[in-house]
Every structure is written in C-alpha cells, then in structure tokens.
C-alpha cells in the first residue's frame, strides 16, 4: 500500500496534471535509440522464445573445431 500510495502520487502527476506552459508539443525519439531498442526486442525474443536455438549454439563449437587440446 506504501508503494502505491508513492507511485500513484508519480503517475498522477504525469498522466493527469496539465503540461507545463501549455507545452504539448510530441517527444521525439532519436533513431539511434529506436535502433537499439529494436536489438534489444528483437535479442529478447530469440532467447526468450526459441530458447533451445540459444543453447544449442554451443554444439557449434564441436562442429568447427574449436576447443581442441
């Protein structure tokens, strides 16, 4: 109850209060940032998802030769 009482207080702030000096002006994202974001989605649900094509990465080791003593 305490951290709802403390995050309601900081979402009613952002969603509810006027903007500031009338400002409404639309957040523009850089497309640097857009792009990273896109690896990042895109990185998640590959190992989220397909998680057996991650693990079985390391069986490519023994396919190309790495690791030989």
Known sequence: MIAFG??????????????????TAPV???SSLQIA???TVAA????????GTVLNLGDLADLV?????
């Open 28 to 30: 523009v994202t850089p």
């Open 6 to 23: 403390y995050y309601g207080n900081i979402m009613r702030e952002i969603w509810m209060r006027p903007a500031p000096h009338g400002d």
């Open 37 to 39: 974001l896109g690896i």
């Open 44 to 51: 998640t649900l590959v190992i989220g998802v397909l998680p």
């Open 65 to 69: 030769g790495a690791f030989r003593s």
